[in-house]
Every structure is written in structure tokens, then in C-alpha cells.
């Protein structure tokens, strides 16, 4: 067993766990953010994509002892409150850009340091940046059209 | 699925990483990025008793260039970096043209140049560039390093020269000379999936046009990187001519690549996209090799 220590969404915790936990079952059983999907656990849907130091990873390919000392972001942490919904997350809304929306949390912490790094993404960028990401409902037109509508709302 | 138990270590110093491996040999396994390592886990293909972590190593991750004009690579480069860095742009644009093709941003966050190469799969890009490009790997362990070309580095199969206490540490790549062309293609069923094939071709022409040096090296062509030296000879000592491309491309697709197949391409598929990817690689790298000279 190994004491870590890491933040998520701003918040500090401390836990102590097996080294074959992955970190995507931490965040869900562990810190029960279950807003981080699993589908696949081999690298390939994307469901679980989380940001680990700022960037998008795969939160079912590292571990959750890897995280000690590192600072993690997920799903839960995009929406300001209750009432009030990150503009990427409004912009999904009123696009159509879900349905089951079980691909939804991996897509929008795919999609939030890409639109801080390209503000105004042409379509082309945006399929590639949704390249690793599946979704099995919506064609991903409507996510496409969602993205540019967030980026649109974020100038 | 969940992968097996295990131990983990993260240690602090390369030295101390490199005393774990002496002591549990193949018992342990490096942690790079874990893409590869990791799903193999989840899936009980792979069961490890001690997990050695590398990322808290962070004097493998550099990147420098030396006076006499080679590039030195740590092992821990990520392969987000490798897509990014002007540095390696600059000295080998094969690198910055191949890097989009690996997996998806969110793997290339964490997977890492070393294990890419030490995992040796024959489906993997950078250990097809390395083999072009005329890489030299550094390893260490306990006993001390030792230098390997990439060509003898890759032993079949997910199986390389490493023994069971190395560590690759460094990837050295040579400087190119004038008028030098470099390309890649492939050919994927999707954006980051393993590719069907591929292929990266490495030509340098002389003055009056004639080709002096060619490399062509296929992907998913065999049980590793296939370097198609029959087809090289055939291309060396003459220009590019469609003629000559076709001929060499023909021979690498019939005579040097043994492709096995799999659910997406029986091995005659492979072998006609061989053909119609060799010329396109050969092509363009001719292409800039020449307007290189200008
Ligand atoms: C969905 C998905 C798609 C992918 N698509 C592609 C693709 O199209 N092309 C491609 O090339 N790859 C692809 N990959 C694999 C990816 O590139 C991996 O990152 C890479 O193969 C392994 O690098 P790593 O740093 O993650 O190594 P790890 O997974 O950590 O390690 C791999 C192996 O190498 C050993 N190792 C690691 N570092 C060292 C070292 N320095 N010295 C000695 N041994 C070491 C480990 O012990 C392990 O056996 C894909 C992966 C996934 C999950
Ligand atoms: S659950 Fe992690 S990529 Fe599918
Ligand atoms: S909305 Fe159902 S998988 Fe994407």
C-alpha cells in the first residue's frame, strides 16, 4: 500500500492505495467522482480522459499512485455551480453535442486545454482533436457543431 | 479487467532504478508512459511482480543537440514532445511528420520515446524512423552502457537486444546530409489505429541529381521494422525516375517485406499497399531531397 497525496478540481486529498489501482477507479470509488467514464480500459474510447497536470490523458492507463504529488481535473470541476454550466458544457447543451452522453466527460476535458490553445479551431481541427475520443450516438456532427458554438461563447 | 497484483517503486535516481532491474531482472518492468504497458496489464497478458516507475526520472527527458550537428534524445521524451519540439523539427522533420500518426494526443501525452522503442512492436512507427533515420541507442545498467544501431536493436516480435538489467537511456540521431529528402505514409483503418502499413523513406541525391544513399523502411511488414535493402540498391546510383521508383517499390513489395496479415488486410493486400506507398514515400522524399539542392 502507498500514502499519496494530490489535488483534484482545486481540492487536496490523501489516501492510501493498492499500486495496482487504477486512477480512474480512484476518482470514482475512492474520491466517488464518478463523472469520469470507464469503457474500455485498454486506451481506445477515451471515456476516461481526465487532465493530469493540465494535460488530457487516459485515467485507465496510469495508475493511481502515479498521481502522488500531481494536480488532476475532471469533469466535475468544469461547471462554476449548480446553476451555472461551463461554456463548453452549455454549448454541448444546445447543440445537440450528446445523447447518452456516456462519451460526454472524456470529450469535454478532451476539448478544454485544446480550445485554450486554438480559440478559434477550424472544423479540421477539431475531428482531429476528437480523434481519440469514441461516441457511439451522435455521429459527432452535433459535437463538432457544439465545439463551435463553445468557441464562438469563449471569444 | 484489472491488472494482477504487484509491488511499485519509484526511485529517485537512474542508479536506483537501474539497481532494481539488477536485482529482479525480468521480474520487474520499467513504467514509461504505461500505453502500452498498462492496457497489457488490464488485460493479464502481461503480469509484473515489481513495476520499476520512470517518470520521476526527469534527467532522462531532454533533448540536445551536439556541436557536431547529432541529437540527443532522453528516453523519457514524450511523445507529445517528440510531435512538438522545433528543436527536433528542425533537425529531423520525419520525427514531427511521423508523430501525428502515433495513437491520439491524449496517449502521446505519457507515452514516451523509450518505451515505444523497447516495447518493439513491429506495427509502431518510431522504431521504423529510428531504423531510417540510422538511430544509435545508449543503454545502461549496472555494469556500465553500451551503444546499439537501432538496425541490430530490434529482434523480432515485441523483442529487442535489451537484456534483462538495461534500460534504454538515450536515442542518438545522426545529422543528415545536403540534400537529403525524408517521408513517411501509412495506411490506417482510423486516425490513430495501428496502421495496415507503413513505410518512411530516407534519400540523399548528389549534385547532378543521382541517387547516392536511400533508406526504405516498412512498418507492419513483418515481425519488425523491414529495412528493404535490395530496393535501396536498386535506387542508389540512379535518378528518381518513375521508372526507377517503381522498380524499387516493386521489389521491397514482392521480394523483402513479409507481411503476416491480420482481420483487416490478408498479406496481399499488405503487399500492394507496399507497392503504392513505397512509390509515394519515394517520391516525395525525392521530391524534397531535390528542392533541397536549390
Ligand atoms: C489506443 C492506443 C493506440 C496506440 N496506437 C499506437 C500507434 O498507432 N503507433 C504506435 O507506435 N504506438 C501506439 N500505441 C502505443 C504507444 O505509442 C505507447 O506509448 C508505446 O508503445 C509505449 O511507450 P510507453 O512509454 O507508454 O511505454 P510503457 O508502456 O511504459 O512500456 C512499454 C514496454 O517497454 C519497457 N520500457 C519502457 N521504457 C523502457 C526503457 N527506457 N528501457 C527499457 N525498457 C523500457 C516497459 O517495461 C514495457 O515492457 C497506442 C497505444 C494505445 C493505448
Ligand atoms: S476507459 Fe480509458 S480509454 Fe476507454
Ligand atoms: S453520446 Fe452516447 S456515446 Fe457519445
Request: charged residues 20%; glycine residues 8%.
Amino acid at each position: 500500500m502507498h500514502d499519496i497525496s494530490l489535488t483534484v478540481n482545486g481540492q487536496s486529498y490523501e489516501r492510501r492505495v493498492e499500486s495496482r489501482l487504477l486512477l480512474s477507479d480512484f476518482l470514482r470509488h475512492e474520491l466517488g467522482l464518478s463523472g469520469t467514464h470507464v469503457g474500455c480500459e485498454h486506451g481506445v474510447c477515451g471515456a476516461c480522459t481526465i487532465l493530469f497536470d493540465g494535460q488530457p490523458i487516459r485515467s485507465c492507463l496510469t495508475f493511481a499512485v502515479q498521481a502522488n504529488g500531481h494536480s488532476l481535473a475532471t469533469v466535475e470541476g468544469l461547471a462554476k455551480s449548480q446553476s451555472e454550466l461551463h461554456p463548453l458544457q452549455e454549448a454541448f447543451w444546445e447543440a445537440h453535442g450528446l445523447q447518452c452522453g456516456f462519451c460526454t466527460a472524456g470529450i469535454l476535458m478532451t476539448l478544454v486545454p485544446f480550445l485554450q490553445e486554438n480559440p478559434d479551431p477550424s472544423e479540421n481541427e477539431i475531428r482531429e482533436a476528437i480523434s481519440g475520443n469514441l461516441c457511439r450516438c451522435t455521429g459527432y456532427q452535433h459535437i463538432v457543431d457544439a465545439v463551435k458554438l463553445a468557441a464562438e461563447k469563449m471569444k | 479487467m484489472k491488472p494482477a497484483p504487484f509491488d511499485y517503486a519509484a526511485p529517485a535516481s537512474l542508479e536506483a532504478a537501474l539497481a532494481l532491474k539488477a536485482k529482479h531482472g525480468d521480474d520487474a518492468k520499467f513504467l514509461a508512459g504505461g500505453q502500452s504497458l498498462i492496457p497489457a496489464m488490464n488485460f493479464r497478458l502481461v503480469q509484473a511482480h515489481l513495476l520499476v516507475d520512470l517518470n520521476g526520472l526527469a534527467d532522462l527527458d531532454y533533448v540536445r543537440r551536439a556541436d557536431d550537428g547529432r541529437l540527443r534524445l532522453g528516453a523519457m521524451v514524450r511523445q507529445r514532445r517528440l510531435e512538438r519540439d522545433s528543436a527536433i523539427a528542425g533537425h529531423s522533420p520525419l520525427i514531427h511528420e511521423t508523430m501525428p500518426f502515433v495513437a491520439h494526443p491524449q496517449i502521446r501525452n505519457r507515452g514516451t520515446l523509450g518505451g515505444c522503442l523497447a516495447h518493439a512492436d513491429p506495427a509502431a512507427e518510431l522504431p521504423v524512423i529510428a531504423v531510417a533515420l540510422g538511430a544509435r541507442f545508449k543503454t545502461q545498467s549496472t555494469r556500465g552502457e553500451r551503444w546499439i544501431a537501432a538496425e541490430d536493436f530490434f529482434r523480432g516480435m515485441f523483442n529487442t537486444d535489451l537484456t534483462p538489467e538495461e534500460m534504454l537511456v538515450e536515442v542518438e540521431l545522426p545529422r543528415l546530409p545536403p540534400r537529403t529528402g525524408t517521408a513517411f505514409v501509412e495506411f490506417a483503418r482510423r486516425r490513430g489505429d495501428y496502421a495496415l502499413l507503413g513505410v518512411a523513406a530516407v534519400v540523399t541525391l548528389d549534385e547532378k541529381g543521382v541517387c547516392q544513399q536511400a533508406r526504405l523502411v516498412y512498418l507492419n511488414a513483418g515481425d519488425g521494422p523491414v529495412n528493404a535493402k535490395e530496393a535501396a540498391g536498386i535506387l542508389r546510383g540512379e535518378k528518381p525516375s518513375a521508372a526507377v521508383i517503381e522498380a524499387a517499390s516493386a521489389k521491397a513489395a514482392q521480394a523483402e517485406i513479409a507481411p503476416l496479415g491480420n482481420v483487416h488486410a490478408s498479406p496481399e493486400y499488405q503487399r500492394h499497399l507496399a507497392r503504392v506507398l513505397g512509390r509515394r514515400v519515394l517520391r516525395q522524399a525525392f521530391d524534397r531531397a531535390g528542392s533541397q539542392g536549390k
